[in-house]
T-cell receptor
Framework: AQTVTQSQPEMSVQEAETVTLSCTYD???????LFWYKQPPSRQMILVIR??????QNATENRFSVNFQKAAKSFSLKISDSQLGDTAMYFC?????????FGTGTSLTVIP | GAVVSQHPSWVICKSGTSVKIECRSL??????MFWYRQFPKQSLMLMAT?????????EQGVEKDKFLINHASLTLSTLTVTSAHPEDSSFYIC?????FGQGNYEQYFGPGTRLTVT
């Protein structure tokens, strides 16, 4: 069975600083996809970034980047130049086939 | 990108009544939709997988007779909470996966429905 683990329930960062959110997963599949979702106070799930397991290059979307270590089954999210609008719950997610699995989430607070 | 809508966004009902939540894919066809329940500051908990034209697949521990799911068309899935009780109060989210076979592996979420049972 697939599992996704986020070991940091809460984190905080000063505005304009950089923060890294951790995620590990367990799977026996070789073809899968990884995601980071943001859930702001509105509770709408927003896709932040995605990574295909077959790609070695780490995905980057503006201030957001990932460190994908396939052998270690690690998928961390780095947020650079943190902004107040980044305050939200962040969920790491795994897709294998038509099944999705979510981590328990990390509550990130950006401090002005 | 693909859009999923949910209606209503917020509903208050009295204990013992039933509530229907609609989930629509607005610009794509969804043969599969997922229904999640989320408690405050917790992760999404998959309740069931809705399949167009067939019965839904419920996760272990989810009462089928209490949470009725109907996926009558390729753009609409409904979740009916029957004989609601205060413990059913929660945030319900639907989503639709992209077509994996066509290389679309994202999941598109509705904005959620906040249910309060008094």
């Amino acid at each position: 069975a697939q599992t996704v683990t986020q070991s940091q329930p809460e984190m905080s960062v000063q505005e304009a600083e950089t923060v890294t959110l951790s995620c590990t997963y367990d799977t026996s599949e070789n073809n899968y996809y990884l995601f980071w979702y943001k859930q702001p106070p509105s509770r709408q799930m927003i896709l932040v970034i995605r990574q295909e397991a077959y790609k070695q290059q780490n995905a980057t979307e503006n201030r957001f980047s990932v460190n994908f270590q396939k052998a270690a089954k690690s998928f961390s999210l780095k947020i650079s130049d943190s902004q107040l609008g980044d305050t939200a719950m962040y969920f790491c997610a795994f897709r294998g086939g038509n099944q999705f699995y979510f981590g328990t989430g990390t509550s990130l607070t950006v401090i002005p | 990108g693909a859009v999923v809508s949910q209606h209503p966004s917020w509903v208050i009902c009295k204990s013992g009544t039933s509530v229907k939540i609609e989930c629509r894919s607005l610009d794509f066809q969804a043969t599969t939709m997922f229904w999640y329940r989320q408690f405050p500051k917790q992760s999404l908990m998959l309740m069931a997988t809705s399949n167009e034209g067939s019965k839904a697949t419920y996760e272990q521990g989810v009462e089928k007779d209490k949470f009725l799911i109907n996926h009558a068309s390729l753009t609409l899935s409904t979740l009916t909470v029957t004989s609601a009780h205060p413990e059913d109060s929660s945030f319900y989210i639907c989503s639709a996966p992209g077509n994996f076979g066509q290389g679309n592996y994202e999941q598109y979420f509705g904005p959620g429905t906040r249910l309060t049972v008094t």
